[in-house]
């Protein structure tokens, strides 16, 4: 009896430390097979920051994989920041390059735009700047790489009672992504002690921008905001950047859950001056990336660069280890035996694809 135990106890062991080992065990060679990636980003448009970040990630990581003998091709395709455009670009790549999974699209409406294409073609698609929450597409085929904006609320609670503001302004766009910001917004105010004095909702890409936005600075205004919470597209930003200025509120920090305002900073659409104040939240960066990223890109990664390496190792790892070279399997692989340890850290996908855990950080637009 007591041996038998014992022999229960020594396989109980070796077992934790055989998950212990497979937890951060690095993506070896299997075959000499070369494994078709195919990237759907919104390469050019408001969504560009964000894309090349991807793309930078992920040409890193196939550089990586080829100095361990794994071969990785990577067919690039700009689905811009448009749903018609990404689908087919998506609808191009399935139908002449026939890759084995897809990292995007690279925002939440362009994938909910594309689900319809990536459920029926069965294809496994990894989306590093998306989080379920505001994405109404659900298929088993896709799995995404940013912590849940559930998550923003401690960060945005801890900042504002370190900055000790307590009458808050929450404007949003209003749609998916706005809604799952709104949530922990509110929450984080309430935590801190804030109350929020003034909560809208921008319809997005709206012609009349710049009159909306400046109907809300006078609310804002009127209530005495002193720090302003914020998320919204392209022309609501552009809008909001010039407006502040001149109804005197550039004093008045902005707190957004989103990168345009760096991507618009590079483009010249804004200047340093209209970012004064302006903060993001953003996933954190390790020390190790940032200088992997710097050394090749001769600058610091934006976010989700590291989101994207670490998922191209992920799908990598999925297609060789999979018992069948399909969606279904691809699939049912990295929800089930996903423990990747990363530099976004560890990598495990909950029933909605979601990545578990997770953190974010507020940082300023212009350092």
């Known amino acids: ?61 196939q550089e990586d994989l ?18 018609k455009e990404t689908i087919s670009a998506l609808q191009f790549l399935i139908a002449t390059d026939r890759p084995q999974a897809i990292v995007g699209p690279i925002w939440g409406y362009l994938e909910d735009a594309a689900g319809p294409v990536i459920a029926t073609n069965k294809i496994v698609a990894y989306a590093p700047a998306d989080t379920s929450e505001f994405v109404s597409a659900r298929s088993p085929y896709n799995f995404r790489g940013a912590p849940r904006n559930a998550l923003i609320e401690q960060p945005t609670a801890d900042w504002l009672k370190a900055n000790k503001k307590t009458r808050v302004a929450i404007v949003v766009s209003n749609d998916g992504w706005g809604k799952s910001v709104a949530a922990p917004f509110r929450a984080a105010a309430k935590n801190a002690g804030a109350s929020v004095v003034v909560d809208e909702a921008i319809q997005p890409f709206s012609a009349n921008a710049g009159t909306i936005v400046a109907s809300i600075l006078t609310k804002a205004k009127n209530e005495k905001v002193d720090v302003i919470l914020w998320t919204g597209y392209e022309p609501d930003v552009v809008a909001l950047a010039k407006k502040r200025i001149q109804f005197g509120l550039v004093d008045v920090p902005v707190i957004d859950s989103g990168t345009i305002w760096s991507s618009l900073l590079s483009r010249g659409a804004i200047s340093t001056a209209e970012t004064k104040n302006v903060y993001f939240i953003a996933v954190p960066t390790t020390p190790e990336f940032i200088a992997k990223f710097k050394a090749k890109y001769g600058e610091e990664p934006s976010s989700y660069a590291d989101r994207a390496y670490d998922g191209l190792m992920i799908l990598v790892d999925a297609i060789q280890k999979a018992p069948v070279k399909d969606g279904d399997s691809i699939a049912k692989y990295m929800r089930e035996n996903t423990h990747y340890q990363g530099y976004g850290g560890l990598y495990e996908f909950n029933e909605n694809g979601d990545v578990k855990g997770g953190e974010w950080v507020i940082k300023p637009v212009a350092e």
């Open 1 to 61: 009896m007591k041996k038998t135990l014992l022999i229960a106890l020594g396989i109980a062991i070796l077992a934790i430390i055989a998950y212990g080992v497979s937890k951060n065990k690095p993506v070896e060679v299997r075959d000499n097979t070369t494994i078709k990636i195919g990237a759907v980003l919104g390469l050019t448009g408001s969504a560009a920051t964000d894309s090349l970040n991807v793309k930078r990630g992920l040409d890193l990581a």
């Open 66 to 83: 080829a100095v361990k003998g794994i071969k990785v091709e990577i067919n690039y395709q700009d689905g811009k920041d448009d749903p």
